[in-house]
């Protein structure tokens, strides 16, 4: 099994930044794509983020220009930084990773996600 933690939500003042972190642990051969989605209130759970091993990354247009992804691959790690907060960006942060485990047999796709952390701009 794959382990997400995500850390780094909080409380900022519209215009303000805060980094995410998302680090992947357990049986994990490689990971293909990292990536954070977003779920308001009363909305469905949207991508924002994601970025390849080889480091081709997608934004959704909403954060395009203030959001950047990142990702150590020697830490199975992940970066989300956002800059220029709206109180719209107010959701919560889950974090996805998507690779493959080693088996006694081969390797076995895994899709796993994180527990979500809270990211709450003010006006």
């Known amino acids: 099994q794959v382990q997400l933690v995500e850390s780094g939500g909080g409380l900022v003042q519209a215009g303000g930044s805060l980094r995410l972190s998302c680090a992947a642990s357990g049986s994990i051969f490689s990971i293909n794509t990292m990536g954070w989605y977003r779920q308001a209130p009363g909305k469905q759970r949207e991508l924002v983020a994601t970025?390849?091993?080889?480091?081709?990354?997608n934004y959704a247009d909403s954060v395009k220009g203030r959001f950047t992804v990142s990702r150590d691959n020697a830490k199975n790690t992940a970066y989300l930084q956002m800059n220029s907060l709206k109180p719209e960006d107010t959701a919560v942060y889950y974090c996805?990773?998507?690779?493959?485990?080693?088996?006694?047999?081969?390797?076995?796709?895994?899709?796993?996600w994180g527990q979500g952390t809270q990211v709450t701009v003010s006006s």
């Open positions: 996805n990773a998507r690779g493959y485990s080693p088996t006694s047999y081969g390797h076995l796709g895994f899709d796993s």
């Open positions: 970025i390849t091993g080889g480091g081709n990354t």
